[in-house]
């Protein structure tokens, strides 16, 4: 028998006294440095649950003992009271930031759904990240990160989320760099909620590594069990914001900075930009590339073929990244860097001035795209989109243990 999609769940709500301590910026917009060092410096931040190999610079952690130190962070957490415990039911998530909007649905969802159509994924992902994040849940037991979705935007259930967020919210935050909300959906208007969303496409947006790493620990546990099922929070399509991913190799394949923009010469039409970083970001046909100190614009012209192969970050990898730098599987190439917009086109010059390295600046895909390519059961290169505003993670919490 099908599950239903968008179950209720019982969640724990940081506090209001907590909440500037616990809650976290997001995760792909820091550096390990800083993730480190916002860890090092708050005991109490989510970052101490969730750390990953790599964002102590110096004491590097095998992993067992990482998860143990996360689940020992979450026992601290539970120890101060941070979170309270919910009713059962679904929540409301907005994220403000600036001029920009956007609300969400807070549930579970069965894994089962990835593999009927009813949630549809575009990129692939690193099976020992999924590995990791499947034992993550497995030892620490909660999951405060939800899988992003987007669901196409509809009248009737827009109408009925501004009817709820008309409600005194449940908690009110400008933590982890951004403004959030977040209201309890009692059991009747969750029953509505969910009949609403019942018959809908969900597509992922933010978390394949999560969804993937669900599924993993799901296969090692008995059918019905909390494992089945993973927390998600979806949005529609209309009030979402899509950033770029972009890309940065640490080595010229051997090649000197000339000889590299002879070959990028010969794949498209380079543009010499003699302006600094104001001038990098590129339009819908181009790219623009630093490297040996110097910006440059490559214009690659628009590709024919089907809808993934004409997404501008295939042409860069199809072009650019494998015939010249060598990148032929950039989930698994460690010389490849995927750097969210957030972070800044200034730490990318930085660290291509450090290791003489090639950054490239490209622009960002689009939801209709991402759709059409999940439709059509492509999978995108890795990192094409970055959403934003993320969800934060330590703001709410599903505990497995909970169901």
Not at 98 to 117: F, K, N, R, W, Y
Not at 294 to 311: F, K, N, V, Y
Not at 340 to 369: K, M, Q, S, Y
């Amino acid at each position: 028998m099908t599950e239903p999609l968008f179950q209720d769940f019982s969640p724990r709500i940081v506090t209001s006294d907590w909440a500037d301590r616990v809650i976290t910026g997001a995760y792909d917009a820091m550096t390990p440095a800083d993730r480190h060092r916002v860890a090092e410096d708050n005991p109490y931040s989510y970052l101490n649950v969730t750390r990953s190999p790599g964002d102590d610079p110096v004491d590097q952690h095998q992993i067992e003992d990482l998860l143990a130190l996360g689940k020992q962070s979450l026992q601290q957490l539970f120890d101060v009271e941070a979170f309270a415990d919910g009713e059962e039911g679904l929540l409301l998530y907005r994220l403000t930031l600036g001029s920009h909007s956007q609300t969400g649905i807070v549930g579970l969802m069965p894994i089962e759904a990835a593999h009927d159509g009813r949630i549809r994924k575009h990129e692939d992902v690193r099976p020992a990240r999924a590995e990791l994040l499947a034992r993550h849940l497995e030892v620490v037991g909660a999951a405060s990160s939800p899988v992003a979705l987007a669901h196409r935007t509809d009248p009737q259930l827009e109408d009925k989320i501004q009817s709820l967020t008309d409600a005194p919210p449940t908690l009110q935050t400008s933590a982890g760099g951004v403004d959030q909300t977040v209201w309890k959906v009692g059991p009747t208007e969750s029953a509505t909620l969910r009949d609403l969303l019942q018959n809908r496409t969900f597509y992922i947006t933010d978390g394949h590594h999560r969804f993937a790493a669900a599924a993993v620990a799901a296969g090692r546990h008995e059918a019905g069990s909390p494992y089945h099922r993973v927390l998600v929070v979806s949005f529609p399509t209309e009030s979402m914001r899509v950033l770029p991913f972009h890309r940065r190799v640490s080595h010229l394949n051997g090649m000197t900075p000339a000889q590299v923009l002879e070959r990028l010469r010969q794949v498209g039409q380079l543009t010499p930009l003699a302006a600094g970083i104001d001038s990098a970001r590129p339009s819908s046909s181009a790219v623009s590339v630093y490297v040996d100190g110097g910006w440059h614009r490559l214009d690659l012209g628009e590709s024919d073929g089907p809808p993934l192969a004409r997404l501008g970050v295939s042409v860069l990898q199809n072009t650019v990244l494998e015939p010249i730098l060598g990148i032929t599987e950039p989930n698994a190439d460690p010389t490849i860097e995927f750097v969210a917009d957030p972070v800044g086109i200034e730490e990318l010059v930085r660290r291509c001035d450090a290791d003489g390295g090639i950054a490239f600046i490209v622009p960002a895909t689009t939801i209709d795209e991402i759709m059409t390519v999940a439709d059509s059961n492509g999978l995108m290169p890795p990192k094409s989109s970055y959403f934003d505003p993320k969800p934060r993670s330590g703001i709410f919490l599903r505990v497995l243990e909970d169901g």
